[in-house]
């Protein structure tokens, strides 16, 4: 090939590759654009390579328009730089009117990108025009993508222009099709924080109180969510007038996915209209949300409550909250009651000590003893919350029962949570109380007939150990997991070695050799395979706590013995401790 020929080339490959079949191939050739603009240079890339990728925007794959829309919003450096970025609009022009929502977006993404950075000048002569186009475009999608760009276009506009984009803006929130109301109302917030005070308190206003009142539901519905978008944009005293009769009328919207959306939100929009006395106006329409009909607003609702209550006064929440929660407390959906419980706890501190003690508490204790896992689950996890309020004494009376007997829960995924919850528990009841209550359910999870539980029983162990010292531990929990090791089962004798391994690095390297290290070893000798290669691994993982001799002496000769067993994994794992030792030993 000639010298001549040579820069077409980029652009001769790039043309055949856009107009292959192969999708794989045109979606290659798009994300390598940078690597042909660079080989074409600035000036040919402006005059060439873009023209050529206006007219190609024709695809009809979807993943290669969105690739074009990507690669097009950083193509400022290869076309020669700021002054030149305009060239860069027709491209996603078009782009924007295509069916593909990815892609439409993905180009007003780049739209924008673009737009931030080009000169006033430039936003006034060729990016606001293309918003007007689009704004009045034929196609809806050009007009739903005309709408995520006013934010862009409006602060640099000569004031004439201004007026012109806040009319075309509230013509597109009365659009004929739902979807370009959905997304004006969804990029209003974004437009409005570009918006003069004096305009936003009239102009955007008054488009978006049209919008509240839309006859589609998924309007409404994002309106819902502009709320506090635009509270956070109005002076206190406007914010009051415009946002909290919405919010109000919202909470009794006919549509349930609208109430839904305003209990998930009310929390925000709380933040937004400020002010104590103005959220007084909120708690009926919360207690309307409580006691929804449907089931979905009063799990959404009911996420709420701690939230809620947080921002009120106490006495306000115990008046007005308390007993919907104690309604809920009993609802017929057991995912209202979940929903209550994995944030009830969190009541307590905001309540206080005394309505605490007579209103949540025995709210607490039904919920505790409720059929549904989930919900027992979810109160367990936050007990700690409840104890930093009413103290030791009365937790222990009161919940202490209903914690016994979800220790012997059906579901094994109640008595794994309370075991989580255990070593908490432990430091806050203290040692004494700990012994005398709960230290024979710790020894009963080493024999559950779930591995998952036999697990964190043994776990539960190393954190009862690190949390009272290993004395405590030598007196209280090292006998009895020794005992076991006796166990006529040998997935329990499985256990016990599982506790060693986790104790000893607690229990320090004296106690290991004395009361652990001679248990292992017995152990070695058990007829089950899978005792003696779960010992050659407890043995690799205890032999750097102990002295060098007592390697030597004991650990070594029994990882020896193992290594010529009958059994391929028992020989395998005690090689491989072997080898562990080895390697200690070389390299120290």
Sequence with gaps: MSMVD?????????????????????????????????ALGKERTRKELIPFLSENNDDDDDEVLLATAEELGVFIPYVGGVEHANVLLPPLETLCTVEETCARDKAVESLCRIGAQMRESDVVDWFIPLVKRLAMGEWFTARISACGLFHIAYPT???????????????LCRDDMPMVRRSAVSNLGKFAATVEYAYLN???????EDLTQDDQDSVRLLAVEGCATLGKLLEPQDCVAHILPVIVNFSQDKSWRVRCMVA?????????????????????????????????????????????CRILDPDLAVQHILPCVKELSADSSQHVRSALASVIMGMAPVLGKDATIEQLLPIFLSLLKDEFPDVRLNIISKLDQVNQVVGIDLLSQSLLPAIVELAEDRHWRVRLAIIEYMPLLASQLGVGFFDDKLGALCMQWLQDKV???????????????????????VQHIIPQVLDMINDSHYLYRMTVLRAVALLAPVMGSEI?????????????????????FNVAKVLESIFPIVDQSVVEKTIRPCLVELSEDPDVDVRYFSSQALHAIDHVMMSS
């Excluded at 506009?157 to 013509?171: D, F, G, N, W």
């Excluded at 009239?202 to 978006?208: V, Y």
């Excluded at 591995?451 to 004395?471: M, Q, T, V, W, Y």
């Design 6 to 38: 040579e820069p077409l080339y980029p652009i001769a490959v790039l043309v055949d590759e856009l107009k292959n079949d192969d999708i794989q191939l045109r979606l290659n050739s798009i994300r390598r654009l940078s690597t042909i603009a660079r």
């Design 512 to 532: 290991t050799c004395s009361k652990l290290l001679p248990v292992v070893i017995t152990a070695s000798k058990d007829r089950v395979p899978n005792i003696k």
């Design 202 to 208: 009239a102009d955007i206003m008054s488009i978006f």
């Design 264 to 308: 998930n939100q009310l929390y925000e929009l709380c933040e937004a209209v400020g002010p104590e006395p103005t959220r007084m106006e909120l708690v009926p329409a919360y207690v309307r949300l409580l006691r929804d009909n449907e089931a979905e607003v009063r799990i959404a609702a009911a996420g709420k409550v701690m939230k809620f």
């Design 451 to 473: 591995h998952s539980i036999r697990d964190a029983g043994a776990n539960n162990l190393k954190r009862l150990a690190e949390e009272f010292g290993p004395e405590w531990a």
């Design 157 to 171: 506009a000569p004031e004439v222009l201004k007026t012109e984009l806040r009319s075309i803006y509230s013509q």
